[in-house]
Antibody
Framework: EVQLVESGGGLVQPGRSLRLSCAAS????????MHWVRQAPGKGLEWVSG????????GYVDSVKGRFTISRDNAKNSLYLQMNSLRAEDTALYYC?????????????????WGQGTLVTVSS | QSVLTQPPSASGAPGQRVTISCSGSSSNIGNNYVYWYQQLPGTAPKLLIY???QRPSGVPDRFSGSKSGTSASLAISGLRSEDEADYYC???????????FGGGTKLTVL
C-alpha cells in the first residue's frame, strides 16, 4: 500500500524559512517522479513543484521560483521542499504526491497518490 | 483565477445524473490528458479518472470522463449521498511546463 506522510509544517513569520519532508513507503520510491501540491484554506489545488526520479528534471510554479527548492533522497525514500522568503500567500496545506511515471513532465503521467498534507501558516 | 475553468457548484438528487465541466485551452486540455480528483470533506484528493476516461481500480463505473477539444466533463450517474465532495479537473500545461487545476466544483446531493 502506498503511503506518503508529510511533516515539517507549522507557524512561521513572513520572510523566514521552513523545510517540508515527505516519507514514502509501499512502492519503489526511486522509480517515480514526485510532486508538491498545495491548497490554501478554503481554496482549490495548486501544483507547486515536481521532480523526476533521478532529480534530473525539476519544475516550479512561477510564484515560488527562486524561493522554493524541491529535492529528494532516494536512499531515504524521502521528498523535501525547502521554502525560503515565505509570504502570507504561501499559507496552505501542502500535499506530497507520487506520480505514475518516472518523469514529472511526462504528460502521460499524473499525480496518482497523495499524502494527508502538512499545514504551513505564514503570519506575524 | 485558475487556468482550468469549472463551475463552482453542482447539485442533484439521489439517483440522478450530474455532469461537471472543465474548460481549458490548446496548451493544456487541447493537447494533453485530463484527470479528475475527488476530495471528500477533510481528506486528501483521490484520483477518480485518469487519461480522460480511465477509472482506477476501485472507482465505481458510475463515474465517467470525457474530453472534446479544449473541454472535458465528469459525469456521475446514480448519485449517492457519499458523492458529496469537491471535484477537480487537472491537466499538464505545455506553455507553463507544469500541472494546472480547475478551481473545483462542490457537488451537493439534495
Amino acid at each position: 500500500e502506498v503511503q506518503l506522510v508529510e511533516s515539517g509544517g507549522g507557524l512561521v513569520q513572513p520572510g523566514r524559512s521552513l523545510r517540508l519532508s515527505c516519507a514514502a513507503s509501499g512502492f519503489t520510491f526511486e522509480d517515480y517522479a514526485m510532486h508538491w501540491v498545495r491548497q490554501a484554506p478554503g481554496k482549490g489545488l495548486e501544483w507547486v513543484s515536481g521532480i523526476s526520479w533521478n532529480s534530473g528534471s525539476i519544475g516550479y510554479v512561477d510564484s515560488v521560483k527562486g524561493r522554493f527548492t524541491i529535492s529528494r533522497d532516494n536512499a531515504k525514500n524521502s521528498l523535501y521542499l525547502q521554502m525560503n522568503s515565505l509570504r502570507a500567500e504561501d499559507t496552505a496545506l501542502y500535499y506530497c504526491a507520487k506520480d505514475s511515471l518516472a518523469d514529472y513532465h511526462d504528460s502521460s503521467g499524473y499525480p496518482e497518490y497523495w499524502g494527508q498534507g502538512t499545514l504551513v501558516t505564514v503570519s506575524s | 483565477q485558475s487556468v482550468l475553468t469549472q463551475p463552482p457548484s453542482a447539485s442533484g438528487a439521489p439517483g440522478q445524473r450530474v455532469t461537471i465541466s472543465c474548460s481549458g485551452s490548446s496548451s493544456n486540455i487541447g493537447n494533453n490528458y485530463v484527470y479528475w480528483y475527488q476530495q471528500l470533506p477533510g481528506t486528501a484528493p483521490k484520483l477518480l479518472i485518469y487519461r480522460n476516461n480511465q477509472r482506477p481500480s476501485g472507482v465505481p463505473d458510475r463515474f465517467s470522463g470525457s474530453k472534446s477539444g479544449t473541454s472535458a466533463s465528469l459525469a456521475i450517474s446514480g448519485l449517492r449521498s457519499e458523492d458529496e465532495a469537491d471535484y477537480y479537473c487537472a491537466a499538464w500545461d505545455d506553455s507553463l511546463s507544469g500541472w494546472v487545476f480547475g478551481g473545483g466544483t462542490k457537488l451537493t446531493v439534495l
